[in-house]
């Protein structure tokens, strides 16, 4: 997560989120600690892309796989944020 989005979090919110593995664990500290993410926030933490997914990355076989949207083929893009692969399905 970019340091500019810890802003206005204390320090040791901040070390709670920089102690986080995942996004997952990132977003349950924020819900615990009361801490509203904003908009650009949430993207950066869902590394961009929105819905999390049960699909694995082919690359590292992570399923720390978020749903991106559709390309014109109609394909599905996915993306890892263990090893920021992009991929189609």
Same mark, same amino acid.
């Given at each position: 997560?970019?340091?500019?989005? &810890?802003?206005?979090?204390?320090?040791?919110?901040?070390? %709670?989120?920089? #102690?986080? %593995? +995942?996004?997952? /664990?990132? &977003? #349950?500290?924020?819900?615990? /600690? !009361?801490?509203?993410? =904003? /908009?650009?926030?949430?993207? #950066?933490?869902? !590394?961009?892309?929105?819905? $999390? =997914?049960?699909?694995?990355? $082919?690359?590292?076989?992570? =399923? +720390?796989?978020?749903?991106? !949207?559709?390309?014109?083929?109609? /394909?599905?893009? @996915?993306?890892?944020?263990?090893?920021? @692969?992009?991929?189609?399905?």
């Amino acid at each position: 997560m970019k340091e500019e989005l &810890l802003q206005g979090l204390t320090e040791e919110q901040i070390a %709670k989120v920089k #102690a986080c %593995k +995942n996004q997952e /664990e990132i &977003l #349950a500290v924020a819900k615990k /600690e !009361g801490i509203e993410l =904003t /908009e650009e926030q949430l993207e #950066a933490v869902n !590394g961009g892309c929105g819905t $999390p =997914t049960v699909v694995p990355c $082919p690359r590292c076989k992570s =399923t +720390n796989v978020y749903y991106c !949207g559709q390309n014109l083929c109609s /394909e599905k893009e @996915y993306k890892c944020n263990e090893c920021d @692969y992009r991929f189609w399905r």
